[in-house]
């Protein structure tokens, strides 16, 4: 009992130093850590990030591959194509020749070896009424087609991601005009009702009413704003491939005017014309239906070729036959070289075959013509948006700078006593909705200027510089 009190005592000493070090130690206060920054994205940031990353681009790219492919296969026409065929079996016993006869006979064979034998077929094709060359044409121009398709889809995320990068801005401007004005009008607020509890003569319950009134207005395009911003985030999040639970900031905090030299409206029309991905698949593509017409009338010809047939035939238990007209397929070997055409008669396949590609022909040609008036068209619309949006911007910016001032002075008039919470609320308004329209000019002057770009088709090779 001695010796179990004297342990107790002794754990007792242990324990209680270790107690006191935890609970000093729970008691100190953790180190916080640094949050940590967050990325900061360009626009031309997230432009590169979305055009290495997207999966519509890269759909786009093996469409190219397929083509570039099947002109590998067509430009192979041209060359020999050569058929080797390989085989071995059982042999049955041959003895003698066809002029000495034989002791062996069919009904009753004898099957104690084994043959080889080997076919080789060499076609060389050598005029074909140009139907290797319209093949080939056209999976030429298939290439261009192809390739230019992935530029029209690069031109198109580059356009999305301008919109989103300015509808991001646009929504976080509105976010900072609803925060201004509803601060101030807060601030308006709290006095009213300061007044109000200490009855101060002249203080009016009216004009508390007003001004919440006027708050409440405010605050109800927030959440609108909110949502704006949120899906802009997430869309750009999105399409750059950017981690969804990682947050980023934008290289600028608001909106500002980009500064970008625009060419003439007719220029651009000439500019769209001739750099547009649509205007160069519509080219290559009515390249590529010519040739192919000519393909298929080709098959009206005869197609000239010359081959090269050879056979090694062997087996051990046979007597190769050296008399000319006797062959025997299991032991024999000869090579031939021939001239010779190849001609398939239909009565109307080729004929029918030929109308479609004519017709597929035509086809292409209407899509070039409407392109043609389609896309000048577009640069015009977007060269009017953009004239529209300098004006409403040339419009808005003294009238938001006036508001600006009108607010200022009836919150300095409404402090001193001598302000309606009217004009208070009037002044926050006419603020709000002046800014506002200026932030949503800025911004589709910005959009212009990207649409400009696409429909010129400059837009990619901008990007590129």
Known sequence: MMMNAGRVRHARWIVLPLALMTTVAAGQPTSAQPPEPKAVYTLKDLIGRTLATSPEIRQMQRGAEAAMAKKDQADAGRFPQIEVTAIVGPSSRARGTVEGGSPDRKDRPTVNNVFERVEMKLVQPLYTFGKLTGFRTAAEEGVKVEKAKVEEKTADLILRVKELYYSRLLASDML?????????????????????????????????????????????????????????????????????????DLDTIGLEVAAKEVEPVDRGMGTALELRPEMTQVRAGLKAMEALVKAEESNLYPQFFVAVDGVYAQAGNRTRQQNPFAFDPLNDRYTVVVLGFKYDLDF????????????????????????EQGIPLQVRKAHRELAEAQETLKATEDGWRNAKKWLVAAKANYDLGVGESRDLG????????????????????????????????????????
Not at 183 to 206: C, Y
Not at 356 to 367: D, F, R, Y
């Open 348 to 371: 109307g396949i080729t004929r029918g075959k030929i109308r479609a590609a004519q017709a597929e022909h035509l086809k292409v040609g209407e899509t070039k013509q409407f392109a």
């Open 176 to 248: 900072g005009l609803i925060d201004e004005i509803t601060e101030d009008l807060d601030k308006a607020i709290e006095k009213t009702q300061r007044q109000l509890k200490a009855e101060v003569p002249g203080a009016d319950e009216m004009d508390l009413y007003k001004l919440k009134a006027f708050r409440g207005e405010v605050l109800k395009n927030r959440e609108e704003a909110q949502k704006g911003f949120d899906l802009a985030t997430g869309a750009l999040m999105f399409y750059a491939g950017l981690d969804r639970t990682q947050p980023f």
């Open 426 to 465: 009037q002044a926050a308004e006419a603020y709000a909705r002046l800014r506002a329209d200026n932030y949503k000019a800025m911004y589709n002057y910005n959009l212009a200027l990207a649409n400009i770009e696409h429909a010129t088709g400059r837009a990619v090779k901008e990007e590129a510089k």
